[in-house]
């Protein structure tokens, strides 16, 4: 089955600078990868996505870059903000399965 | 509540002790899942349910059940068997197994302590 890594597991950055996550996936048949954003207390919510056919995805300060070859996605966040501040999972779902497999996450502190 | 309600919020269970956790949707959505979440584990895949009257065991069904009896509700039973039963448990939908580009709809979560 797929197995995703991601890292680092605690990101703490200062207010303004830029903030990646990386995550690796094993599947090569693996075609679609979705962000999610957990904040403190709260239910995971779909930040952005990305699918196979596309290199790049952009969505305001949040973007994704997907590199098949290598088998890994980025979540890159600019322009860091306080409310930034959350657990982040990467999940990747293989074309042969209906569900997706979620990193283990990534918690983000962005201090004032 | 976002459209998928959890309850309660809080659960203590004792030793042996069978507990339910009540996940219900009204968002008409065919698939509904559940999802265990420990501390640095991120979200593991307890069971789920493509529709009404069918679900399929996830990677860590070993000591839970669940049952379909209706769309909207898919209660999750932690049995006693199960080893580690403390974590907070996660209920989501989505329109369909199939779906991609929506993302799953979570619930706000169950925080469930064995005492």
């Known amino acids: 089955g797929e197995n995703v890594e991601q890292h680092p597991s605690t990101l703490s950055v200062q207010e303004g600078d830029s903030a990646v996550i990386k995550c690796t996936y094993s599947?090569?048949?693996?075609?679609?990868f979705p962000w999610y954003k957990q904040e403190l207390g709260k239910r995971p919510q779909l930040i952005i996505d990305?699918?196979?056919?596309?290199g790049e995805k952009k969505d305001q300060r949040i973007a994704v870059t997907l590199n098949k070859t290598a088998k890994h996605f980025s979540l890159h966040i600019t322009e860091t903000q306080p409310e930034d501040s959350a657990v982040y999972f990467c999940a990747a779902k293989s074309g042969g399965s209906y569900i997706p497999t979620f990193g283990r996450g990534t918690s983000l502190i962005v201090h004032p | 509540d976002g459209g998928i309600t959890q309850s309660p919020k809080y659960l203590f269970r004792k030793e042996g002790q069978n507990v339910t956790l009540s996940c219900e949707q009204n968002?008409?959505?065919?698939?509904m899942y559940w999802y265990r979440q420990d501390p640095g584990q991120g979200l593991r895949l307890i069971y789920y349910?493509?529709?009404?009257?069918?679900?399929q065991k996830g990677d860590i069904a070993e000591g839970y059940s669940v049952s379909r009896e209706k769309k909207e509700s898919f209660p999750l039973t932690v049995t006693s068997a199960q080893k580690n039963p403390t974590a907070f448990y996660l209920c989501?939908?989505?329109?369909?197994?199939?779906?991609?580009?929506?993302?799953?709809?979570f619930g706000s979560g169950t925080r469930l302590t064995v005492v």
């Open positions: 599947d090569s048949a693996s075609n679609y």
């Open positions: 989501a939908s989505t329109r369909t197994l199939f779906l991609e580009g929506y993302g799953y709809t």
């Open positions: 990305i699918r196979s056919n596309v």
């Open positions: 349910s493509q529709i009404v009257n069918d679900f």
């Open positions: 968002l008409n959505h065919d698939a």
